[in-house]
């Protein structure tokens, strides 16, 4: 267990629940990829088979948050890219 591994994931970790909220008020997709959210997702699945493989420890928790909470990002990126229906008369 590194002591920096752990602050990287919490700062990282600080860091998406104002993300999520955002994108959750403004319903907005603005500033927002896809491809980037899906590289970091893998990024973290990579980390927790590391901690599994390699090094478990209590860390592999806080890739598994970071995870729960980019994914939680894209599956809001999906629906609010959705295009509105108008009312029909």
Known sequence: MSIFEILMLLCFGAAWPFS????YK???VAGK???FLVILILGYIF???????YNLDFVVYLYGLNLIMVSVDLTL???NSKPI???QK
């Open 33 to 35: 990829s896809p491809y």
């Open 77 to 79: 990126y999906f629906k």
């Open 47 to 53: 980390g927790i088979l590391n901690k599994i493989f």
């Open 26 to 28: 403004s319903k907005s």
């Open 85 to 87: 229906k108008s009312e």
């Open 20 to 23: 999520i909220y955002k994108s």
